[in-house]
């Protein structure tokens, strides 16, 4: 019997301390990791921007795929930038169907006078309306006064958003998350922005 009991230690039990031992490590790991972000965001010393995520070259877009912006991608590696994603804060999956609003833009949509469908009817307003007020709350949360978002989005869209009552094309106005943001006084700009020296020293400084 005792033979057998050392068996099934060796067998069952110092695998399972190892396994166990393993996936502490791991989290301590992902913890000290996710820790380190923190008190770099909460300490850092100057502004921080908040920039579209799929600027950043993060695979984020509804087509599951990024455009990154030089630009952008160089304000990351500064530490001077936060990267999110409004549609996925918001709970949409990536890759996800192609949105639209259906009249006027996203003020509208605050307002409660028009939705946002995706190209298979799905109304999805309330995801992108919950997704724009956790970026604002980011913002608030680290004094974040400028961002930088995807031009044409109908979230990130400066200008130019996703409209159309019937299908999906690039129309006049600002996306959701772009008009909640501005409502709330923080400064907006486009990745083509970036591209005006006088902003991007401003930024980059």
Known sequence: MLFHNAIIEKLIFKPFVFITLKRLINTFVKLFFYLKIFIRFVFFIGKMILVSMCLAGINCNYKGESKPSERVVELIKAGKAIPV?????????????GARILSGNGHDVLDNKTRLVTDDGLDVTEQYVKGAHLVLE?????NITEVVLK???PSCGKGKTQGGETERMLVNGDGVTVALLKRNGIEVYSEDDLQDEVIWKKLIA
Do not use: V
């Not at 994603?85 to 169907?97: A, I, K, V, W, Y």
């Not at 980011?138 to 680290?142: D, E, P, S, V, W």
């Open 85 to 97: 994603c409004p549609e996925q804060l918001g709970g949409l999956p990536t890759p996800r169907s």
């Open 138 to 142: 980011i913002c608030k949360m680290f």
């Open 151 to 153: 031009q044409g989005s």
